[in-house]
């Protein structure tokens, strides 16, 4: 069975930084690619950024230039550092994988728990 556990949500100050981990585990045999969504209250859930396994990465407008995302492949690995942070930036945030798990045919989308990140003074 796979598992997406996140860690590294809090509590930040606007312009501090905070770094989000997120890691696969189970019976995986390839993942394709990896990301972060956020959802404030009230708003549809956004994607913020996501990664391909060559490393090749996308993001929402509003995260370029102080988000990084990076990924551990070896390890089904994915974080996101988030820099400069805004109260616009609260959200639950919530790890994503594509892949495919052993034994199954196709590949699925899997979901973490939810990280709630709070920017505020």
């Known amino acids: 069975q796979v598992q997406l556990l996140e860690s590294g949500g809090g509590l930040v100050q606007p312009g501090g930084s905070l770094r989000l981990s997120c890691a696969a585990s189970g019976s995986i045999f390839n993942i394709r690619t990896m990301g972060w969504y956020r959802q404030a209250p009230g708003k549809q859930r956004e994607l913020v950024a996501h990664?391909?396994?060559?490393?090749?990465?996308k993001y929402a407008d509003s995260v370029k230039g102080r988000f990084t995302i990076s990924r551990d492949n070896a390890n089904n690995m994915v974080f996101l550092q988030m820099n400069s942070l805004k109260p616009e930036d609260t959200a639950v945030y919530s790890c994503?994988?594509?892949?495919?798990?052993?034994?199954?045919?196709?590949?699925?989308?899997?979901w973490g728990q939810g990280a709630q990140v709070t920017v505020s003074a």
């Open positions: 994503n994988a594509d892949l495919l798990a052993s034994g199954d045919y196709a590949y699925k989308q899997y």
């Open positions: 990664i391909i396994s060559s490393g090749s990465a």
